[in-house]
């Protein structure tokens, strides 16, 4: 049984009636690194943000494990959510907070409300924190505050964070977007590390082609919404580039 | 039917009526306790801020009532020209010469039965109006029409359904726009404002001489603001305590409120019908108490629960409570959505995703708000005092009703040096925070 089921998903979204997505169909396997490509505007954060209910599918199904998540109560849903990390394309820590706070935070949903609004938390969470924190290289920046790191750090922050969720399936959002060509690569080692060692399922969208190539098993390119490309990064010709980007566009490579 | 609204007019004239009568014996039972209990400088302060209210009622409300009044006839004026001359009922203002136009001509009315519409309210009378004032009523007034002379000429390229309602139908292209001073309209704009000064001035009795004459009378005033009473200092000092023991406690106490219904008044955190409800309540009630001043809670508050420092308490934490909720959440509503959707995806719960996604985000601007507040509480504990509400203010006032310039004198110099120094202290705490 395949380990995420996406089923003729689709979200419209009510508001100026902007079709996000369109009958979308796949599925990935257990341990699979899936990349997802597109314009921007081509629904791939709507996507990942479906597929852990951030936001509301209009129609479809998204299975995990075989569970229907699309039919889940909230209280059910923040329970799936536990086991699902994310990382986002600004990184969306805390800045006031400091390091060790907000990989804390991944923490969340294991730990019981009253305690956790008191800001108390286990103590191997704390240890657990710090093994985290220095699988990514940053356990000397532990009480730093957020802001004071560099966009890099910021973002393996962002992992050690869903790391603490001791996830089954990491979500990333253009997780280097906003960051340069090499610490890009360095942070999508971090992933990859995640993926082949943990066996953790990534799905993750990107912008760069070149990327997706280096990192991707499988690609899925979306346009307006729509699948217009499923299958392995080896299969994108100039063809299939043009049709999924516009026939305007010329590849850019980044090293 | 027709008895059926008798009935309510009835009604309502008599509720009216109750109301009136209510408020004059409220009114008159202050003074008859004033005049058996109260020692005569209390006294003589209390007459003297009654006849300030007083006074405060007749120069205050009648001019805004008037221009409420304008501004209605204005509207009502302005939609009954573009209907008529569009046909559709249009929300688009008159251009001002219009406004200009009814001005005038109501201004002309009134001063024809020297009465405006607020001043009838107040039931009160201006004085005669002098020669000169009659002359300048003489020649300004037939001048208004005027204007409506030049809303006819200044018509380029505009269809009469236009130039009636100064609604730009054609392209903004089109029409070549002209330098303001070669316009009959900038003309009369520059007229216009002249005019509005002078009768302003007119109608506030600006008069420079009274600087003059009145100076000697003053001397005695002058005299007493550069021989503070020294002695009064001990007991100004207690009452600058208890002053600032006032902004404290209705700052703190206005803190928690005010951020526990902060997030009920928060937009981006009430979704949903019902607590989108609930936030505009708040948010109406909150703009409807804030608009209402300190000082006329104070004197509410004097009324409800007795002259004192707790008046002055209570009306400080109902405006801080209102004022607070409203910083409050407009910092709520500016916060980055981005943490708080990272923590939601973690699978923590709401009270989870507030504390660790919003919280840690507006703690600072919180506490620097809460500052500035109690700066401001600090400022106005002396000023609801005056009215009543205790504190080093109400014994001010006490001594300036009694003439007592070198008292008042001593007690203003601390209340100076207490607003100067927290105001720098907030200022620098502030400052470590942003």
């Known amino acids: ?255 | 039917m027709k008895r059926f609204w008798a009935k309510i007019r009835a009604g309502v004239w008599a509720g009216a009526a109750a109301l009136r009568r209510r408020a004059t014996a409220l009114w008159e039972a202050g003074r008859g306790f004033l005049r058996a209990y109260g020692w005569p400088p209390l006294r003589r302060a209390a007459e003297f801020l009654l006849a300030w209210l007083k006074a405060l009622r007749i120069r205050v409300l009648p001019p805004l009532l008037d221009l409420v009044f304008l501004g209605y006839l204005w509207l009502a004026t302005s939609i009954a020209v573009s209907f008529a001359a569009t046909g559709r009922v249009a929300y688009t203002l008159l251009s001002w010469e219009w406004f200009v136009l009814v001005v005038g001509v109501t201004g002309a009315l009134w001063s024809a039965w020297d009465q405006t519409l607020g001043l009838k309210v107040v039931r009160h009378r201006l004085s005669p109006a002098s020669p000169g004032m009659r002359l300048l009523y003489a020649l300004f007034w037939p001048l208004f029409p005027l204007t409506l002379v030049t809303a006819l000429v200044d018509r380029e390229g505009r269809s009469p359904a236009e130039w009636f309602t100064d609604l730009r139908l054609v392209e903004a292209g089109e029409a070549r726009p002209r330098r303001w001073y070669r316009s009959p309209t900038g003309w009369l704009a520059v007229l216009g404002l002249g005019v509005s000064l002078a009768a302003a001035v007119a109608v506030t009795r600006v008069d420079l001489r009274a600087f003059v004459t009145r100076f000697e009378k003053t001397l005695k005033f002058w005299r007493a603001i550069f021989s503070p009473a020294w002695d009064q200092a001990g007991l100004g000092l207690k009452l600058l305590v208890e002053t600032l023991f006032m902004a404290v406690v209705a700052t703190a106490f206005a803190v928690p409120v005010a951020a526990a219904l902060s997030f009920l008044a928060a937009r981006n955190l009430m979704r949903g019908p019902l607590p989108r409800l609930l936030y505009t309540v708040l948010r109406v009630t909150g703009s409807f108490t804030r608009s209402i001043d300190a000082i006329i809670w104070a004197i509410i508050f004097a009324v409800w629960v007795g002259t004192g420092s707790f008046a002055g308490v209570l009306a400080l934490f109902v405006h801080s409570v209102v004022d607070l909720m409203k910083l409050y959440a407009e910092q709520i509503e500016a916060i980055d959505p981005g943490p708080v959707e990272a923590i939601t995806a973690t699978g923590a719960n709401r009270l989870q995703v507030l504390r660790y996604g919003v919280i840690p985000q507006i703690i600072n601007p919180f506490i620097s708000f809460t500052l500035y507040r109690w700066d401001i509480n600090v400022r106005m504990a002396t000023v609801v005092g005056l009215v009543g509400g205790g504190g080093i203010g109400f014994r001010l006032a006490w001594y300036l009703g009694a003439y007592a310039f070198s008292e008042a004198t001593m007690l203003t110099l601390l209340i100076v040096l207490m607003v100067w120094s927290i105001d720098w202290l907030s200022a620098r705490i502030r400052e470590k925070l942003a």
């Open chain 1, 1 to 255: 049984m395949a380990h995420v089921v996406v089923e003729n998903l689709s979200k419209i979204y009510e508001r100026g009636k902007v079709r996000a997505l369109w009958n979308v169909n796949f599925s990935v396997e257990k341990g699979e690194f899936l990349v997802l490509i597109g314009l921007s505007g081509s629904g791939k954060s709507t996507l990942l943000r479906c597929i852990n209910r951030l936001v509301e599918p209009t129609s479809g199904r998204v299975f995990l494990n075989g569970l229907e998540l699309t039919r889940l109560s909230p209280r059910a849903m923040r329970r799936v959510r536990r086991r699902i990390g994310m990382i986002f394309q600004q990184f969306n820590l805390v800045k006031r907070a400091t390091v060790l706070q907000n990989v804390l935070a991944g923490r969340l949903g294991y730990t019981s409300t009253l305690p956790s609004l008191l800001g108390w938390f286990p103590k191997r969470d704390i240890q657990r924190a710090k093994e985290c924190l220095e699988r990514v290289g940053l356990l000397d920046k532990m009480y730093v505050r957020a802001d004071q790191l560099s966009g890099g750090q910021q973002q393996r922050v962002g992992i050690a964070r869903a790391l603490m969720q001791e996830p089954e399936l990491l979500l990333a959002d253009e997780p280097v977007s906003a960051l340069d060509p090499a610490t890009s690569h360095s942070v999508m080692q971090y992933i990859e590390q995640i993926n082949k060692e943990d066996g953790v399922t990534v799905i993750a969208s990107l912008h760069f082609l070149s990327l997706a190539r280096r990192y991707g098993q499988r690609i899925l390119a979306l346009r307006a919404g729509e699948v217009v490309f499923d299958g392995p990064p080896e299969a994108i010709d100039d063809r299939k580039f043009k049709e999924i980007y516009g026939e305007e566009a010329e590849e850019v490579e980044i090293r």
